[in-house]
């Protein structure tokens, strides 16, 4: 079909992370603002609080923590308020599970919550050191993984 989106290649190389300075907060939202719902319908920074805690629900293991503690304060505190169960298994649902939540939890259209997505992973990825990156994209089902990948 004419219309079908194709399916990035997950064995491509991504480009490098953009250099910016990866404790400032103010940027990460700033990023963020650049998103058209984020300018007009909905907060950035409770914006990227959903899309944070639903991934970070999806995540396990000992290098989550560590993860996170490349991120600055601000961005950190933003998942304090997540919900999760301590001994929970990870929620291994998705691309379409996730944007449904997204959309749930912040009260907009199936497209706005997929350029939503977009740009917290593009604004958080790019915050973080290429084994994260890497590390977060093995912990995801594939659909999901390839929201969250660089693009080449």
């Known amino acids: 079909m004419a219309d079908e989106i194709p399916t990035p290649d997950v064995h491509t190389v991504p480009v490098p992370a953009r250099d910016e300075p990866a404790d400032d907060f103010q940027a990460f939202v700033d990023e963020l603002r650049w998103?058209?719902?984020?300018?007009?319908k909905v907060d950035p920074a409770r914006a990227a609080s959903v899309?944070?805690?639903?991934?970070?629900?999806?995540?396990?293991?000992?290098?989550?923590?560590?993860m996170w503690s490349h991120l600055p304060r601000e961005l950190r505190r933003l998942l304090d308020g997540c919900q999760r169960t301590p001994g929970a298994p990870m929620q291994r649902r998705g691309i379409r599970t996730f944007l449904?939540?997204?959309?749930?939890?912040?009260?907009v259209e199936p497209t706005t919550a997929e350029q939503i997505l977009t740009a917290v992973f593009t604004a958080l990825r790019d915050r973080l050191p290429e084994d994260d990156v890497?590390?977060?994209?093995?912990q995801l089902p594939p659909e999901l993984a390839d929201y969250w990948r660089r693009p080449v």
Not at 100 to 105: F, H, K, S
């Open 100 to 107: 449904v939540d997204v959309q749930d939890e912040l009260g």
């Open 134 to 138: 890497h590390w977060v994209a093995n």
């Open 35 to 40: 998103t058209k719902p984020l300018q007009e």
């Open 51 to 66: 899309v944070l805690c639903l991934l970070e629900r999806r995540l396990t293991g000992p290098h989550r923590k560590e």
